[in-house]
T-cell receptor
Framework: QKEVEQNSGPLSVPEGAIASLNCTYS??????FFWYRQYSGKSPELIMS????GDKEDGRFTAQLNKASQYVSLLIRDSQPSDSATYLC????????????FGAGTRLTVKP | EPEVTQTPSHQVTQMGQEVILRCVPI?????FYWYRQILGQKVEFLVS????????KSEIFDDQFSVERPDGSNFTLKIRSTKLEDSAMYFC????????????????FGNGTRLTVT
C-alpha cells in the first residue's frame, strides 16, 4: 500500500469553478499534512498545512482533514488559469521521524 | 523572504563520474533534506540531516550517495559514481526545528538541480 495516494488526473475545471483534490494516507498515526503546488519544471511550493480534523481556509484555498478516514482534501474556489499545476499532498508519516512523504500529485488544468 | 538556494541549476555529467550538488538552507533552519524527482514521477525522499548527522534515509540512498555540511551554511549531496538512472531533478529542502508533540514544520524547497547523466 502506498503511503500517500492521489488521483493523478488530469483534472480539468472551467475558470471560476471549484477544483477538488483528494488524498489518502496509510499511516494512521500521521499528524501533519501539507499541500504543495508544483508548476512544470519548478520546485514544490507550500500552499497550506493542516494538523487538526476539520476545515482550514486561506483565501481561495480550503484544506479538509478527516483522520478517522485517513483523508485530506484541497478545495480551490474561483479557479484561475494560473492555478493550473500539479498539486502534491504530503504527509509526515510517523510520529518521531522528521521526513515528509509525497503523493504522486494531481495535475489540474483550469480552462479559460 | 528567506529561501533555499541550490547550485548549479543544471549539471551534465558522464556515467561513472562523481557529482556534488550544493545547497544553502534557510539560515535558522535545523533540518535539511534531499529529495529527487525523476521526470514525470513523484517527489521521492532521499535523506534527512540533523545535528551534523543523517537522521533518516530511504532505500534509494545507497552507498553511492553521501551528504555533508562542510561549514555553517552549505549542505551537499555527493553521488560517487553516477548512473544513467540518477538523471533527475534534485531538490534540497530545509525546515525549522521540530519537537515531539508539536506540529511538524513544513519543508521549504530550493529551485532544484537538474542532473543529466549521459
Amino acid at each position: 500500500q502506498k503511503e500517500v495516494e492521489q488521483n493523478s488526473g488530469p483534472l480539468s475545471v472551467p475558470e471560476g469553478a471549484i477544483a477538488s483534490l483528494n488524498c489518502t494516507y496509510s499511516d494512521r498515526v500521521s499528524q501533519s499534512f501539507f499541500w504543495y503546488r508544483q508548476y512544470s519544471g519548478k520546485s514544490p511550493e507550500l500552499i497550506m498545512s493542516i494538523y487538526s480534523n476539520g476545515d482550514k481556509e486561506d483565501g481561495r484555498f480550503t484544506a479538509q482533514l478527516n483522520k478517522a478516514s485517513q483523508y485530506v482534501s484541497l478545495l480551490i474556489r474561483d479557479s484561475q488559469p494560473s492555478d493550473s499545476a500539479t498539486y502534491l499532498c504530503a504527509v509526515k508519516p510517523r510520529y518521531n521521524n522528521n521526513d515528509m512523504r509525497f503523493g504522486a500529485g494531481t495535475r489540474l488544468t483550469v480552462k479559460p | 523572504e528567506p529561501e533555499v538556494t541550490q547550485t548549479p541549476s543544471h549539471q551534465v555529467t558522464q556515467m561513472g563520474q562523481e557529482v556534488i550538488l550544493r545547497c544553502v538552507p534557510i539560515s535558522n533552519h535545523l533540518y535539511f533534506y534531499w529529495y529527487r524527482q525523476i521526470l514525470g514521477q513523484k517527489v521521492e525522499f532521499l535523506v534527512s540531516f540533523y545535528n551534523n548527522e543523517i537522521s533518516e534515509k530511504s532505500e534509494i540512498f545507497d552507498d553511492q550517495f553521501s551528504v555533508e555540511r562542510p561549514d555553517g551554511s552549505n549542505f551537499t549531496l555527493k553521488i560517487r559514481s553516477t548512473k544513467l538512472e540518477d538523471s533527475a531533478m534534485y531538490f534540497c529542502a530545509s525546515s525549522e526545528a521540530w519537537r515531539r508533540g508539536w506540529p511538524f514544520s513544513p519543508l521549504h524547497f530550493g529551485n532544484g538541480t537538474r542532473l543529466t547523466v549521459t
